[in-house]
T-cell receptor, first 117, second 112 residues
């Protein structure tokens, strides 16, 4: 099956630090990637849709200046948490789309656990 | 009303039991249905996907779609402790530009 990687898998940082998370599709090209946030024992919360070569589309309530998304190539999207604070601590998961129009499937990365002290 | 409803559980069954996980949906335009398994602290893993009503089988897993009732199910036969995870249903329509709708997930524990 399709493989999506994320790096780093875990990061601990001080408040005020900016953190970059990479999402890569390893064996396919993905024009569309999604970024999710997940709190313990809760479901996925879609943050934004990342399209290669264009600006990301953010969900309502997600600060685009706080969560900067760059989809510079067909295999790489990055999420930068700018000036992270403890309330940004969460599990961040990306996914990439593969498949024919109307039959697309999302393949998820393993997630990045962010802890802001 | 949410687009996709899924009982969060938790669901606890003895090893070897048949497990039935279900989702209902309200949008009759949904045509593509997926089931994901998510272990604790991991990303969701695609288990099965189907594009039509009826059953699709893969090993111990069977996905069932009933479009007339707007109801999908995932059956796990001979459940194993390694099946303990959260199971998410997801669905999409062909004409909304990669818009997916997820259930909240059902937490399953298989007791040895």
């Amino acid at each position: 099956g399709a493989v999506v990687s994320q790096h780093p898998s875990r990061v601990i940082c001080k408040s005020g630090t900016s953190v970059k998370i990479e999402c890569r599709s390893l064996d396919f090209q993905a024009t569309t990637m999604f970024w999710y946030r997940q709190f313990p024992k809760q479901s996925l919360m879609l943050m934004a849709t990342s399209n290669e070569g264009s600006k990301a589309t953010y969900e309502q309530g997600v600060e685009k200046d706080k969560f900067l998304i760059n989809h510079a190539s067909l295999t790489l999207s990055t999420l930068t948490v700018a000036s992270a604070h403890p309330e940004d601590s969460s599990f961040y998961i990306c996914s990439a789309i593969l498949g024919l129009a109307g039959k697309e499937t999302q393949y998820f990365g393993p997630g990045t656990r962010l802890l802001v002290l | 009303q949410k687009e996709v409803e899924q009982d969060p559980g938790p669901l606890s069954v003895p090893e070897g039991a048949i497990v039935s996980l279900n989702c209902t949906y309200s949008n009759s335009a949904f045509q593509y249905f997926m089931w994901y398994r998510q272990y604790s602290r991991k990303g969701p893993e695609l288990l099965m996907y189907t594009y039509s009503s009826g059953n699709k089988e893969d090993g111990r897993f069977t996905a069932q779609v009933d479009k007339s009732s707007k109801y999908i199910s995932l059956f796990i036969r001979d459940s194993q402790p390694s099946d303990s995870a959260t199971y998410l249903c997801a669905m999409s329509t062909p004409n909304t530009g990669n818009q997916f709708y997820f259930g909240t997930g059902t937490s399953l524990t298989v007791i040895p």
